[in-house]
Nanobody
Framework: QVQLVESGGGLVQAGGSLRLSCTTS????????LGWWRRAPGKVREFVAV???????YYEDSVEGRFNISRENAKNTVYLEMNSLEPEDTALYYC???????????????????WGQGTQVTVSS
């Protein structure tokens, strides 16, 4: 059974940092892109960042320079380091896996075959 399990969410003050982790199991994802998405209350699911199988990284404009995505294939884990957090970053954060390798397609949630259940991030002002 394929699973993606997120952890590391929580409550943090504006300007603070959090590190999210997503551990995969049930199959190897070394040849998959691993991405982070988020959904804020009342809003649609939004692309945050993705790291491809060959470790190219792409970010949504509002998190560029504040967030850093990385992966550790030996641990079947992808990370999202979030710094300078803002109240607007409050959302449920999901990790997802895609067999696509195109940077434009990876911004489309329909291109992701596997999803985790999410971890809540709340940033207080």
């Amino acid at each position: 059974q394929v699973q993606l399990v997120e952890s590391g969410g929580g409550l943090v003050q504006a300007g603070g940092s959090l590190r999210l982790s997503c551990t995969t199991s049930g199959r190897t994802f070394n040849n998959y892109a691993l991405g982070w998405w988020r959904r804020a209350p009342g809003k649609v699911r939004e692309f945050v960042a993705v790291i491809t199988a060959d470790h190219n990284t792409y970010y949504e404009d509002s998190v560029e320079g504040r967030f850093n995505i990385s992966r550790e294939n030996a641990k079947n884990t992808v990370y999202l380091e979030m710094n300078s957090l803002e109240p607007e970053d409050t959302a449920l954060y999901y990790c997802a896996a895609s067999s696509v390798n195109d940077r434009h397609s990876l911004r489309d949630f329909n291109e992701y075959e596997y999803w985790g259940q999410g971890t809540q991030v709340t940033v207080s002002s």
